[in-house]
T-cell receptor, first 114, second 113 residues
């Protein structure tokens, strides 16, 4: 499967725990994006990364959320001390370099906070 | 503050007929528009895009029309098939150097056999 791979597909955490979401981009894609979707809403941009660099994190909450895309391995979205309001579907997308290149999405991680 | 609006939450169309999904935007700085289709429990799938320098782009059964003066775009699906039943999202991005997509809330299309 050459598509964007996200894991886990479902993640359940208790309030105060950490959530770690992983994303492997499509082969040949060097740009990774994270979006969050709340129920009955559209996807909301969180962060855009290239290898070892955060390019745009204007959509990330200022506290508890962080993202990385290391030289080796998948991109990670980390949420510390989760709260009920963090329950959502988190989607990762990737694209090739260049203007106008469409973003291709993974199937998402459904995060539920107990 | 919704910058990309899809005012119809749902749409039902008979198989074989045309489906028209609409999208309005408020920010004239958007220069590139995309449509995505999403099935339940899956990620959005890219369908078709259009640059602001064009007013039409066609790919098989899918055509996107852009009316810049009205800040309006539409996706036409002809002929509609039951497999087209899904939620359709309109997305937009700003000019050169921007990669952030701004999404509408989606329109659920049901194609009735």
């Amino acid at each position: 499967n050459a598509g964007v791979m996200q894991n886990p597909r479902h993640l359940v955490r208790r309030r105060g725990q950490e959530a770690r979401l992983r994303c492997s981009p499509m082969k040949g894609h060097s740009h990774v994006y994270w979006y969050r979707q709340l129920p009955e809403e559209g996807l909301k941009f969180m962060v855009y990364l290239q290898k070892e660099n955060i390019i745009d994190e204007s959509g990330m909450p200022k506290e508890r959320f962080s993202a990385e895309f290391p030289k080796e391995g998948p991109s990670i979205l980390r949420i510390q001390q989760v709260v009920r309001g963090d329950s959502a579907a988190y989607f990762c997308a990737s694209s090739q370099q260049g203007e106008g290149q469409p973003q291709h999405f993974g199937d998402g991680t459904r995060l539920s906070i107990l | 503050d919704q910058q990309v609006k899809q005012n119809s939450p749902s749409l039902s169309v008979q198989e074989g007929r045309i489906s028209i999904l609409n999208c309005d935007y408020t920010n004239s700085m958007f220069d590139y528009f995309l449509w995505y289709k999403k099935y339940p429990a899956e990620g959005p799938t890219f369908l078709i895009s259009i640059s602001s320098i064009k007013d039409k782009n066609e790919d098989g059964r899918f055509t996107v029309f852009l009316n810049k003066s009205a800040k309006h775009l539409s996706l036409h699906i002809v002929p509609s098939q039951p497999g087209d039943s899904a939620v359709y999202f309109c997305a937009a991005k700003f000019g050169a150097g921007s990669y952030q997509l701004t999404f509408g809330k989606g329109t659920k299309l049901s194609v009735i056999p």
